[in-house]
C-alpha cells in the first residue's frame, strides 16, 4: 500500500491506496465520484476524462499513486456556487448529450480546449474532442454546445477554463 495525498474538486484527500490502483478507480471506489466513467479501460473512449493540474487526461491511464501532490477536477467539480459552469449549460441547452455516459469526458475535454483556445472553429473544435468517442450524439450538437460555451466564456472571463493535454 502507498500513501497519496491529491486535492480532487478542491477537498483535500489522504488515502492508503493498492499501487496498481488507477486514478479512475480510485476517484470512482474511494471517493464516490462517479461522475467519472469507466468506459474501455484502454484509453481510447475518454470517458474517464478530468482536469490533473489544470490539464485534461485520461484517468484509466495513470495509477493513482502518480496523482500524489496533484490536483484533480472531475465533472462533480465543474459547477461553482450551485451554478452549472458555462460549457455545462451549453451542452443542456445545445442538446449536446443524449445517454450521456460519454458528456462527462467531453465536457472536461471541452473545457481544456476552450482554455488552449477560447475561439476555436468548427475543425478545431472536432479535432480538440476526437479522443472522446460518443455513440449518439453524431457530435454536431456537442460542437454547436462547444461553440455556445466560446461565446458565453468570451462574455464572462471570469470563469476562464483549464488547458488541456496536448496528444489527448
Known sequence: MARISVKVNGTQHSHEVEPR???????????????????CDTSQC????????GRTMKSCTMF??????SEVLTIEGLAAGGKLHPVQESF????????G???PGLILSAVGLLGDDPHPDEHAIRAG??????RCTGYHNVVKAVQSAARKLATAPAQAAPTRAQGQ
Open 64 to 69: 493513482a499513486v502518480q496523482a500524489d501532490g
Open 46 to 53: 475518454g470517458s474517464c476524462t478530468v482536469m490533473l493540474d
Open 92 to 99: 443542456w441547452e445545445e442538446h449536446g448529450l443524449q445517454c
Open 21 to 39: 490502483q488507477l486514478l479512475v478507480h480510485y476517484l470512482r471506489d474511494v471517493l464516490g465520484l462517479t461522475g467519472t466513467h469507466v468506459g
Open 101 to 103: 455516459f460519454c458528456t
Open 129 to 134: 474532442i476526437e479522443g472522446n468517442l460518443c
